[in-house]
């Protein structure tokens, strides 16, 4: 059973603007969230990462938001630009009960225009 | 920079084949992860690995094995390859101090026919 849910396959966007990734978890005990990116032909290289003990953590054009009651996450990356173009990946620990194993979504492909 | 390597990055085998796919890293991490990525279904974890001959099975072990005798090189093992298990693979490495950080390899596009 899919604990951790990326509803969007495909994302497309102008550069400059925002994107917007989403991403809804099922599990309680979940307390550690990233995103990963991954290019074609490589493996997925991380990207961020939020504790649920926070609502909010930004680097640089990305900044990703954490709502613990609706179970949900999102990842903005503002501006966009073409080389973000790639797959991202939603991941989630249970931390130490689960051997700090990730769990992650199907991924959604973004895709920037110029 | 954390270099993890795989053996192959392509791969053609029969099935009932004896697969070993070969990852090793370089950064002294204790954790090391194996990875199956398929379309439409994301990356799902096989097995796992906290310590040197420590093993945990993940969520999809079945078919698999995996060997971790020295601290950089972690082994995943098909006993008897099937064309289920045709797949991308990925191995992942982290160290105790950023768990949750998880280096990958390029992945190996394994092929079963």
């Known amino acids: 059973d899919q604990q951790v849910k990326q509803n969007s396959p495909s994302l497309s966007v102008q550069e400059g603007r925002i994107s917007i990734l989403n991403c809804d978890y099922t599990n309680s005990m979940f307390d550690y969230f990233l995103w990963y990116k991954k290019y074609p032909a490589e493996g997925p290289t991380f990207l961020i990462s939020?504790?649920?003990?926070?609502d909010k953590n930004e680097d640089g054009r990305f900044t990703v938001f954490l709502n613990k009651s609706a179970k949900h996450l999102s990842l903005h990356i503002v501006p966009s630009q073409p080389g973000d173009s790639a797959v991202y990946f939603c991941a989630a620990s249970a931390g130490g009960n689960s051997g700090y194993a990730l769990n992650f979504g199907k991924g959604t492909s973004l895709l920037v225009t110029p | 920079d954390v270099k993890v390597t795989q053996s192959s990055r392509y791969l053609v085998k029969r099935t009932g084949e004896k697969v070993f796919l070969e990852c090793v890293q370089d950064m002294d991490h204790e954790n090391m992860f194996w990875y199956r990525q398929d379309p439409g279904l994301g990356l799902r974890l096989i097995y796992f690995?906290?310590?040197?001959?420590?093993?945990e099975k993940g969520d999809i072990p079945e078919g698999y094995s995996v060997s971790r005798e020295k601290k950089e090189r972690f082994s995943l093992i098909l006993e008897s390859a099937s064309t289920n298990q045709t797949s991308m693979y990925l191995c992942a490495s982290a160290g105790t101090g950023r768990i949750y950080e998880q280096y990958f390899g390029p992945g190996t596009r394994l092929t079963v026919t």
């Open positions: 690995s906290y310590d040197v001959k420590m093993k």
């Open positions: 939020i504790s649920s003990i926070k």
